[in-house]
């Protein structure tokens, strides 16, 4: 079924794509079915003609919610344990609420900036092309990142006091955990930062590591971390 705003909705079936576009002005898309409509192999979602700030809001239905960010593909969030694709073109920004899900799988991005939200389960990933915020993803869940070129970089940011930052060895896949939030695993990613910023925040970092560079970055004026 698709809804547009207090229009009456639009009930289909035997369709083989679904293609649904904002055009003008900015519009906010949420795609939330956990069952796939008869025959339905795709969804493609369109901002074009928008200002460029169209929101895209998915709904975690499988483990893994896949963001491939070159592909512009959304996997796990729609149809019968999510095997109903979604292509995105043309948005401001996404949102992705795990839900059920325990795992974000974000691809291909030669840069990506993490910063935790105000809660420990929420966050946003800016991604070279996309933000990327999340909720629903917590400590024992999993936020995977795979760059994508040459000199691809995490930088990861605390924006609040006295926390601890623990960085796994090799062995670990150069794991990184800020307390109480969801595990970074990082693959392809060649230079990693951690920014502390306010506070005494401790880092634990585990040699050796998997990364080419890292750099940790105390921050908070007149503290010791």
Known sequence: QVSVDNLEPINFTNKSTLTVNGLAGTDTF???????????GGIAVSGIGSTGF????????????????AANTITGVTGTGGAVPITYN?????????????????????????????TADAGKVQTSTLPISFTGLGAGKTLALAGSGTGASLVAND?????TFTVASTSGNGNVTLAARATIITALISNLTLNGLIGVDTFNVT??????????AGGGAGVAN
Request: proline letters at 10%; aromatic letters at 6%.
């Open 159 to 163: 924006p609040t006091a006295n926390d």
């Open 207 to 216: 040699g050796p590591l998997p990364y080419t560079s890292t750099t940790l």
């Open 30 to 40: 949420s795609v939330n079915n956990p069952n796939t409509p008869t025959g339905l």
């Open 90 to 118: 043309t948005f401001g920004k996404l949102t992705v609420n795990a839900g059920p899900s325990t795992g974000l799988a974000i691809s291909n991005s030669n840069t990506y900036i993490y910063t935790p939200g105000s």
């Open 54 to 69: 169209d929101a895209l809001i998915v709904n975690g239905v499988a483990a893994t919610v896949g963001v491939d960010t």
